[in-house]
């Protein structure tokens, strides 16, 4: 069974950095592409940003030049690095296996998520 | 980058009646050359993560219950719950994959029981 455990969310100043980690079983993790999307309070679902197998990585216009995403294939973990957060970066923080190798495709399954909170 | 624009926000259904949800994308989201739509719906209840429901815009997930179906092609698409249940409550979104690397999701279509 496929299974993603997002983990390393909590509140942050503005400013603040913070790691997002997401452990993962069930499959061969160096074979398919990772997201991550998150979920402001009440809104609906935004791209964040994906790593493909082959180590690309791309971003959110929101994000880009904050955010760094990484996968340790050795532990099946994928990395959100956040920092200069915002306070628009308030959001749960899921995680994503994606249905292919490359940047496109499906999303399935998702972590539970992990909640960041921005405020001072 | 795509933007995906669904119809309606909400929509109260009675149990056991159909419900449909549209989901329309700024530009094709259908690859010529596989003549497959790179269009998925999830469904996500509250306190929950989305859970895959259709992708290539027709194709149920495995497990999926068969009174949910997706149609469409192109840049109009539609989900139908066929004959709505009480644990159907959720909000849907679609969710586009064609136009990388923005994998964009439309604004989500709260349904409730009427």
């Known amino acids: 069974e496929v299974q993603l455990l997002d983990s390393g969310g909590g509140l942050k100043q503005p400013g603040g950095s913070l790691r997002l980690s997401c452990a993962t079983s069930?499959?061969?993790?160096?074979?398919?592409?990772m997201n991550w999307v998150r979920q402001a309070p009440g809104k609906g679902l935004e791209w964040v940003s994906t790593?493909?197998?082959?180590?690309?990585?791309y971003y959110a216009d929101s994000v880009k030049g904050r955010f760094t995403i990484s996968r340790d294939t050795s532990k099946s973990t994928l990395y959100l690095e956040m920092n200069s957060l915002r306070g628009e970066d308030t959001a749960v923080y899921y995680c994503a296996k994606g249905s292919m190798s490359s940047r496109g495709g499906w999303f399935d399954p998702w972590g539970q998520g992990t909640l960041v909170t921005v405020s001072s | 980058d795509i933007v995906m624009t669904q119809s309606p926000d909400s929509l109260a259904v009675s149990l056991g009646e159909r419900a449909t949800i549209n989901c329309k994308s700024s530009?094709?989201?259908?690859?010529?050359?596989?003549?497959?739509?790179?269009l998925a719906w999830y469904q996500q209840k509250p306190g929950q993560p989305p859970k895959l429901l259709i992708y290539w815009a027709s194709t149920r997930e495995f497990g999926v219950p068969d009174r949910f179906s997706g149609s469409g092609s192109g840049t109009d698409f539609t989900l139908t719950i066929s004959s709505l249940q009480a644990e159907d409550v959720a909000v849907y979104y679609c969710h586009q994959y064609y136009s990388t690397p923005a994998l964009t999701f439309g604004g989500g279509t709260k349904v409730e029981i009427k």
């Open positions: 069930g499959f061969t993790f160096s074979s398919y592409a």
């Open positions: 790593i493909t197998s082959g180590g690309s990585t």
């Open positions: 530009q094709s989201v259908l690859y010529s050359s596989n003549n497959k739509n790179y």
